[in-house]
């Protein structure tokens, strides 16, 4: 009996694997895509139940990812390895968007909010991106620069005053995220981004748009006309 449901078990992990490996997960539901993933982090265990057990809990797959890993660990009976495998997936998404975008060098005004805000894919912390471009538009500097709230008497102006004299940059992007959700920009927002127009502007950057990232989408401080 025992061989007999392991054996059932066996073949359901390699039906969806090639399922998987066949179609992608194209006609996967939200369940078999998370179970399937967690077959990698746990090899002898039937993991639909703790699929469909996540999902309650956190709603959707990125939801389970941002979880912290002491709670999957303590309700869930994960192990630091399977847990660290789901906060590894949106970072990995992550870094498989910017290496995408890594075929062009060129600033497309159309798409910068949409290329700056996947930089922040996986991210439940608040963090500082900036974005450096030549006078031609092309990308001189793409990197976080600071970790911690704009509102933080830590945003690290000088540094990227620094980084754009460094560069010899002639424009600028800077975006921040905030994980409450909220997209509207705060007072501190607006002062800092005022602070950092003038600055940058005496060193011959010109500041074209501050944005704010939340859950994916994001909002221009320039539509907001504050800069």
């Known amino acids: 009996m025992g061989d007999s449901k392991k054996s059932e078990h066996s073949g359901h992990r390699e039906r969806l ?40 809990r956190y709603r959707n797959i990125g939801g389970v990812c941002d979880a912290p890993i002491d709670e999957l660990e303590r309700d869930f009976g994960l192990s630091e390895s399977a847990a660290a495998l789901l906060k590894l997936l949106p970072e990995m998404s992550r870094l498989y968007n910017e290496s995408k975008l890594s075929d062009t060098n060129l600033i497309d005004p159309e798409t910068v909010g949409d290329m700056i805000a996947r930089r922040f894919i996986g991210r439940t912390s608040e963090a ?27 945003f690290p102006l000088r540094r990227i005053v620094d980084l754009a ?20 920009p705060s007072r501190a927002d607006v002062d800092v981004t005022k602070l950092l127009d003038s600055t940058l502007s005496s060193v011959g950057v010109h500041l074209l748009d501050h944005f704010i990232v939340a859950d994916n989408e994001y909002a221009s401080l320039r539509e907001y006309d504050l800069i």
């Open 17 to 56: 694997r090639r399922r998987f490996i066949d179609n992608g997960l194209d006609g996967f539901e939200e369940h078999q895509a998370l179970e399937l993933y967690l077959f990698y982090a746990i090899p002898r265990r039937d993991t639909n139940p703790l699929a469909h057990r996540l999902l309650e």
């Open 128 to 154: 500082v991106a900036l974005l450096l471009g030549s006078a031609k538009g092309k990308i001189l500097y793409f990197d976080i620069v600071a970790k911690g709230s704009v509102s933080s008497s830590d």
């Open 165 to 184: 004299i460094r560069h010899n940059a002639r424009t600028a992007y800077i975006a921040h995220n905030h994980p409450s959700g909220s997209l509207l």
